[in-house]
């Protein structure tokens, strides 16, 4: 069974930063990509950045520059450094991964996961 713990959501001013963490648990044989998507209520979820293996990342127009995604497989553990948030970055913050996982001995899947989610709200 595979997790993904989302981390370090939280009310911050206008200007302000915080750093995301996403934590994957599991029988987890490989990692694609993990990533980060954003959404508000009443709208579509949207990708805020990816960290593919083996690939440069990719970011929002939205991002411009003041996200920063990195991930360190040892730990399983994708982060997402928020700096300058303005209110228009308020959303709930999920952590996505494709991964690889042994379902038995021998036998291997590749599948998508989501984190539950972690509330940002940028504010004064």
């Known amino acids: 069974q595979v997790q993904l713990v989302e981390s370090g959501g939280g009310l911050v001013e206008p200007g302000g930063s915080l750093r995301l963490s996403c934590v994957a648990s599991?029988?987890?044989?490989?990692?694609?990509?993990m990533g980060w998507y954003r959404q508000v209520p009443g709208n579509e979820r949207e990708l805020v950045a990816t960290?593919?293996?083996?690939?440069?990342?990719n970011y929002a127009d939205f991002v411009e520059g003041r996200f920063a995604i990195s991930r360190d497989d040892a730990k399983k553990t994708v982060y997402l450094q928020m700096n300058s948030l303005t209110p228009e970055d308020t959303a709930v913050y999920f952590c996505?991964?494709?991964?690889?996982?042994?379902?038995?001995?021998?036998?291997?899947?590749?599948?998508?996961?989501w984190g539950q989610g972690t509330q940002v709200t940028v504010s004064s």
């Open positions: 996505h991964a494709s991964l690889t996982v042994r379902v038995a001995w021998g036998s291997y899947h590749r599948d998508n996961w």
């Open positions: 599991g029988d987890i044989t490989k990692i694609h990509v």
């Open positions: 960290s593919p293996s083996d690939e440069r990342p």
